[in-house]
């Protein structure tokens, strides 16, 4: 086992772009910017005869400092790893990751691994290891994702159709503020918290520029729709965040938001097209859900493990 310092930081990251289940939250970058919300941060990585086979990154909660939480700023984490990982390899990745938060002081271990969707190849070796190492699944939430060769359902295709005709127009945004701005504004109206700052947005933006991305609908040039794209790795994309304004619900602009989004997501390479979660803390918002079934998705968990030490 070996903590990765910030002078090896680019080793870090190297690995996590190679590995089965790549992802941006994983980057040492979008790491280190949220580590002031943790009182310690480790990047602990797993060597076979010298080499980086698996990794997790983990903060110890400044409420309860016998916590290790992985993600502690991120909708999931948990372990990276590498297409050719050994059972046995992950089998003793975990006894020496409980041994060393142990000895640490950590009584206590919560990882929201990466859903299936992200992962390279479908695998599910973790999931097995963690299983036998005791983690309790304490939360399962289902986010719903439509794929590039899937079929929405014939309503949402007339209501993408009257939006244009309405002359409703699709566009890529480089302006970061105008769009949480938007997204905050319609997000206040409804007393839904934002999950980001404006400043974070940017900052992220600037450091992932070709990762997150943001979109918009236009009507005469006045947003009525928008929505903040992250492009966690090469075959998902996730919606991270998107609004819409009430007063042009007859013009269908969210439809034609997310219908939009998804062919710049496919063409931009993507395979899947994640919309974030329909359930909160395991229940269902059957509301939500009613709506992204109208892109006729698939699900894929989301789900959070703990064990005490």
Partial sequence: MKLITGEENSVWDNFVASGINPCFYQNSAFIDYYRYKVSRV??????????????????????????????????????????????????????IMEEFLNDNGIRKIVIRQTPSIYFIEPDDYILYVLAYFGYK?????????????????????????????????????????????????????????????????????ERFPDLIKCYSVLLEEKIIAAIIVYYLNKITALGFNWAHDDDFQSLRPVDFLLFSAAEAVFKNGSKYFDLGTTTLSGEPNWGVTRFKENLNPCGALRITYEKDL
Avoid: W
């Fill in 42 to 95: 480790y990047k602990i990585a797993f060597l076979k005869k010298g080499d980086i086979f698996a990794a997790i990154a983990g903060g110890i909660s400044k409420e309860n400092t016998e916590l290790f939480l992985s993600p502690f700023s991120a909708s999931f984490g948990g372990f990276c790893y590498s297409r050719e990982t050994k059972l046995k390899d992950v089998f003793g990745a975990i006894e």
């Fill in 137 to 205: 699944p304490v939360s399962t939430d289902l986010t719903l994702y439509i794929s590039n060769n899937g079929k929405v359902s014939d309503t949402f295709l007339r209501n993408v159709k009257k939006a244009k005709r309405e002359g409703l127009v699709f566009t890529e945004s480089e302006n970061a503020s105008d769009i949480f701005s938007f997204i905050h504004q319609q997000k206040l109206k409804k007393d839904i918290p934002f999950s980001i700052s404006e400043g974070e947005l940017i900052d992220l933006k």
